[in-house]
């Protein structure tokens, strides 16, 4: 038995919004009865405000819930606010999800999706989820939709990729495969600066983001540091050191070494062979590091 | 007129009845001891293990000496295959079915690596086995053949008689997982072709903890536990006194409730059953629902268009306990492995609601959710994007 919220309860009992909007200027149908679940959501907008929106859902508690939830979150808001609208926000909104329920939020973010490139004119199919390779075949689930959802998640096993997408829940012939595209993606992601793909993101910011983003000086600094409290500093910890970020200038990073570090010989070798080596390899190759008082 | 707790899923347990709770209490209280000891205290209880067996013997119409004791229904399926496989390695071939339940279903991902061909038979829309195709199975190398007696999730009945004869002739072991028959419906194993079968208590009316398996006399096992002396060194482990004489008390009833549970049961499932169809459009009966092929207290009926998780949240909400083959109840994501052998349509699987019944179940239950189920399903069924096939079709293109 799931262990629903009663915010799950109470959507799936008084579901919102039921009902498809007769003239509606977007509609967005995802999923298909063979799997279990799908979803319609018909919206109407004016004036970029979505004014009206209605679901029908065929699924189990939580798919209801999830479909009324999304209607409640969206109606009434601007387009550009509903674009950066993820599944996230659907869980968030009732409450938490039993993890094997994630996907029916998924489901949410998709016809979401799917309903505003119908305004747009486009068909989400040429998009995005479609294009790329059928991994799993019971479940018709690409390698994209997995690293969009993995990554938006932060998603790291191959149980959690089935409970966002239900993808491995089948046969289970393609766990492999899922674990491999896992491994890859993270593997990557750490070498990406920021979220260069922007598949963490709603579709708005996604958007934006593959029109060529850059890294704020923020989001460097956020990297670096995170990069030296994983990577560098359980090293220079063993032997009793530290190191500290003192600033970012340019490609410029500026750091002091602490502990047994300062003064050691070695301190050089340390500074460009660990710390700069692995910042080119992570977040830009252009990163020079100096001792703070040396530069 | 709302009702308490309308359980009507007694294929996945049963209420222990009053009587075998009587029947285990003094071995829970006072009579504690070890019936392998060698003193009163303790050896004197292997008599109420014995009678528990004489009684389950009675039930299924074999000696005693046949029944040895286990903890359960899948720990029996796994004794049986595993037990024979082990004691003649020579034969590496079994044939089973594509309905059979998880205790023997997931077993042959195992039995493979082994090393052990297994040749799957499948079912036809009813869900029978094709005899044909089980004579082809057989070849120089097969050692047996288990097929289970009454599908748990459609109540299907298979031809037991038939399947023993076949195997008889070609001098191979049959292995039937009865869980779902024993009690519901006769079993005479003096006069059927049967050389093991698997039972469990929880199934008619004792507790959970307790089950076993008929070894037909002669037949070569080995132990699946291995251990003391126990059930003549067959099974290891001490004796369970307090849930072997429950069983063997629920044995009893099950004997004397046989006739009712074929009459008085069966009815009130055909009633069920019948306003169900007449009263909610697009459903249709999973299963074969011939008489004698289908035990007396379930259906499984497909309700097009709606999802069964969702379908069993609302009857809850009424205290109206059932169950379905639908992907999202189940934590698997694949709807029931039974319906989809038997080639039934997706939209009916995802839909598919089992309502199984007992001899504690009253016509004012019956009643009840024939008055409560058409209001849900039609509720649901507005929630719904799909209401023809056309809409299915239709959907995303």
């Known amino acids: ?295 | 007129m709302a009702l308490n707790n309308i359980y009507l899923d007694n294929n996945a347990t049963t209420k222990v009845a009053p009587e075998v709770l009587e029947e285990m209490l003094p071995f829970l209280r006072e009579s504690y001891g070890n019936p392998s000891s060698m003193y009163s205290f303790g050896g004197e209880l292997s008599k109420y293990v014995e009678r528990g067996r004489e009684r389950i013997a009675d039930l299924l119409g074999c000696h005693p000496r046949e029944i040895v004791f286990t903890s359960c229904g899948s720990e029996s399926d796994n004794f049986a295959l595993r037990g024979l496989i082990d004691a003649y390695p020579e034969k590496r071939h079994i044939i089973t079915t594509k309905v059979e339940h998880p205790a023997i279903k997931n077993q042959v991902p195992y039995l493979r690596k082994k090393g052990i061909r297994v040749t799957e038979l499948g079912v036809d829309r009813k869900g029978n086995i094709d005899l044909d195709e089980l004579r082809q199975a057989i070849d120089e190398d097969t050692l047996l053949i288990s097929c289970m007696f009454a599908n748990n999730e459609t109540g299907v009945v298979y031809p037991i008689r038939l399947i023993g004869e076949i195997a008889r002739e070609r001098n191979i072991f049959f292995h039937t997982d009865a869980v779902q028959a024993v009690g519901k419906i006769p079993i005479d194993l003096s006069d059927m072709p049967v050389d093991l079968l698997s039972f469990t208590g929880h199934k008619f009316h004792a507790p959970k903890g307790i089950g076993g398996l008929y070894i037909r006399r002669g037949i070569k096992i080995r132990p699946f536990i291995i251990g003391g002396h126990q059930e003549r060194s067959r099974r290891g482990g001490t004796e369970n006194v307090p849930y072997i004489a429950g069983m063997g008390k629920a044995a009893e009833l099950a004997k004397k409730n046989l006739h009712e549970e074929n009459t008085r049961v069966r009815k009130l499932r055909d009633k069920l059953e019948q306003g169900i169809l007449s009263q909610i459009e697009d459903t249709e009966v999973n299963g074969d629902t011939e008489t004698e092929n289908r035990v007396p207290n379930t259906t499984n009926i497909g309700i097009h268009f709606i999802e069964g998780e969702a379908l069993l949240l609302a009857l809850d909400k009424y205290h109206i306990a059932a169950s379905t083959g639908s992907a999202c109840a189940s934590g698997s994501l694949q709807p029931s492995h039974v319906l989809r052998a038997m080639g039934v349509p997706f939209t009916c699987v995802h839909g598919s609601l089992r309502l199984s019944l007992s001899v504690y179940t009253t016509e004012k239950e019956i009643d009840y959710v024939l008055e409560i189920l058409p209001g849900i399903v039609s509720r649901l069924r507005e929630l719904s994007p799909f209401h023809s096939m056309e809409d299915i079709k239709a959907f995303g293109a």
């Open chain 1, 1 to 295: 038995m799931w262990e629903y919220s009663k915010k799950v309860m109470n959507h799936y009992e008084n579901p919102r919004n039921v009902g498809e909007i007769e003239d509606a200027d977007a509609t967005g149908e995802v999923g298909s009865l063979i799997c279990g679940d799908a979803l319609k959501l018909t919206l109407k907008i004016d004036n970029g405000i979505i004014k009206d929106a209605k679901f029908k859902t065929f699924g189990c508690g939580s798919a209801i819930a999830s479909a009324s939830a999304l209607t409640e979150l969206i109606k009434g808001k601007k387009l550009e606010e509903v674009r950066d609208i993820t599944n996230k926000d659907i869980v968030k909104y009732l409450g938490g999800l039993p993890q094997e329920k994630m996907h029916c939020s998924v489901m949410g973010q998709e016809a979401l999706e799917a309903a505003l490139l119908d305004f747009k004119g486009e068909k989400k199919a040429e998009k995005e989820d479609d294009e790329g390779e059928i991994i799993c075949k019971c479940f018709g689930v690409t390698d994209t939709k997995i690293k969009r959802v993995a990554l938006s998640n932060n998603l790291h096993s191959v149980e959690e990729i089935t409970n966002y997408t239900k993808a491995g829940g089948g046969c289970g012939s393609c766990l492999y495969k899922i674990e491999e595209i896992l491994d890859d993606l993270w593997r990557n992601v750490d070498r990406i600066p920021g979220p260069g793909l922007g598949f963490g993101l709603g579709l708005g910011e996604r958007q934006k983001k593959l029109s060529g983003g850059k890294m704020t000086v923020v989001q460097k600094i956020k990297r670096i540091e995170e990069i030296l409290e994983d990577e560098i500093r359980p090293i220079l910890r063993r032997d009793g050191g530290d190191i500290d970020l003192i600033d970012v200038v340019d490609n410029k990073v500026i750091v002091r070494l602490m502990g047994m570090c300062q003064g050691c010989h070695a301190a050089v070798l340390t500074l460009k062979g660990l710390v700069e080596e692995k910042l080119q390899e992570l977040v830009d190759p252009e990163i020079e590091v100096v001792e703070h008082g040396l530069e």
